[in-house]
């Protein structure tokens, strides 16, 4: 039997409505992938229906070795530029029977792979710390290290080990008449009550609290409970003032101004 057509080596983003029925090309002909366009014709391959269970945003295989069919598993990895329109190795035995397909990471699901080791494995291989990232910013946006000279001289001091002791106290305000003292340079960051449940808010507070250090409101306006469980609260002041009352300054012992 042929083997399918490597349409491409990513997935394409298709928006789905729930009940409708589509027709996914399986022989990688079709001029309009994802679907199905009649290009089997001919052929042992016969598209494959499959209806929507919801409406929203889907990622449909185009490589057409995922393990999943219609949505990409991350298979198109294996593919590079040159493979695009040739025929692929097709489906192997492991990956056509009732195994699960191996979670592989994709610029679309960068975790997948991750979450599936740390329920086989916990942080005994990792470390106890986790994997050690950047946050916040999706990891292909990032320089990496081949991008990155390092002189000689930013090694001429070598990094302390994570068992040596430091001062980590942070100042904030250390000109003003009542300066914010916090023991380690960090605090938890705006998230307002109502994004945020009662309960997690609280908890955030006190943990800050047994770490030295503190939180702020978010823009919503302070919390009475967040704000008794934490002795370093920041009450945040925005341009547009939601939940601001001057009435409440003097429970609080810094501001967070955003614009």
């Given at each position: 039997?042929?083997?399918?057509v490597?349409?491409a080596n990513?997935?394409?983003?298709?928006?789905?409505?729930?009940?409708?029925?589509?027709?996914?090309?399986?022989?990688?002909?079709?001029?309009?992938q994802?679907?199905?366009?009649?290009?089997?014709a001919?052929?042992?391959?016969?598209p494959?229906?499959?209806?929507a269970?919801?409406?929203?945003?889907?990622?449909l295989?185009?490589?057409?070795?995922?393990?999943?069919?219609?949505?990409?598993?991350?298979?198109?990895?294996?593919?590079?530029?040159d493979?695009?329109?040739?025929?692929?190795?097709?489906?192997?035995?492991?990956?056509?029977?009732?195994?699960?397909?191996?979670?592989?990471?994709?610029?679309?699901?960068?975790?997948?792979e991750l979450?599936?080791?740390?329920?086989?494995?916990?942080?005994?291989?990792?470390g106890?710390?986790?994997?050690?990232?950047?946050?916040g910013?999706?990891?292909?946006?990032l320089?990496?290290?081949d991008d990155?000279?390092?002189?000689?001289?930013?090694?001429?001091v070598?990094p302390?080990?994570?068992?040596?002791?430091?001062?980590?106290?942070?100042?904030?305000?250390?000109e003003?008449?009542?300066?914010?003292?916090?023991?380690?340079?960090?605090?938890?960051?705006?998230?307002?009550?109502?994004?945020?449940?009662?309960e997690a808010?609280?908890?955030?507070?006190?943990?800050?609290?047994?770490?030295?250090?503190?939180?702020?409101?978010?823009?919503?306006?302070?919390?009475?409970e967040?704000?008794?469980?934490?002795?370093?609260?920041?009450y945040e002041l925005?341009?547009a003032?939601?939940?601001?009352?001057e009435?409440?300054?003097?429970?609080?012992?810094?501001?967070?101004?955003?614009?």
């Open positions: 039997m042929e083997n399918p490597v349409a990513t997935p394409i983003k298709v928006e789905l409505k729930k009940d409708q029925e589509y027709y996914f090309c399986v022989c990688g002909r079709s001029a309009k994802p679907y199905c366009d009649g290009s089997h001919g052929s042992a391959f016969k494959r229906p499959f209806t269970e919801e409406t929203g945003e889907a990622y295989c185009r490589c057409k070795h995922t393990a999943n069919p219609p949505y990409c598993d991350g298979s198109h990895k294996q593919f590079t530029a493979q695009v329109g040739k025929p692929g190795p097709g489906m192997s035995s492991s990956t056509t029977g009732n195994s699960a397909p191996v979670a592989q990471a994709t610029a679309e699901e960068p975790t997948v979450i599936h080791q740390l329920a086989r494995e916990g942080l005994g291989k990792m106890h710390h986790g994997p050690m990232t950047a946050m910013v999706p990891r292909q946006q320089p990496q290290w990155i000279q390092i002189m000689t001289a930013q090694m001429a070598k302390l080990m994570e068992d040596q002791l430091v001062a980590t106290e942070t100042v904030i305000g250390p003003a008449r009542k300066p914010l003292s916090l023991k380690i340079p960090l605090f938890v960051s705006d998230m307002s009550f109502g994004a945020l449940s009662e808010k609280i908890a955030l507070a006190r943990g800050a609290e047994l770490a030295g250090t503190g939180i702020c409101s978010g823009e919503g306006g302070m919390l009475p967040e704000q008794a469980e934490n002795s370093r609260y920041f925005a341009s003032m939601f939940g601001y009352q009435s409440l300054l003097n429970q609080v012992q810094a501001f967070h101004f955003k614009g």
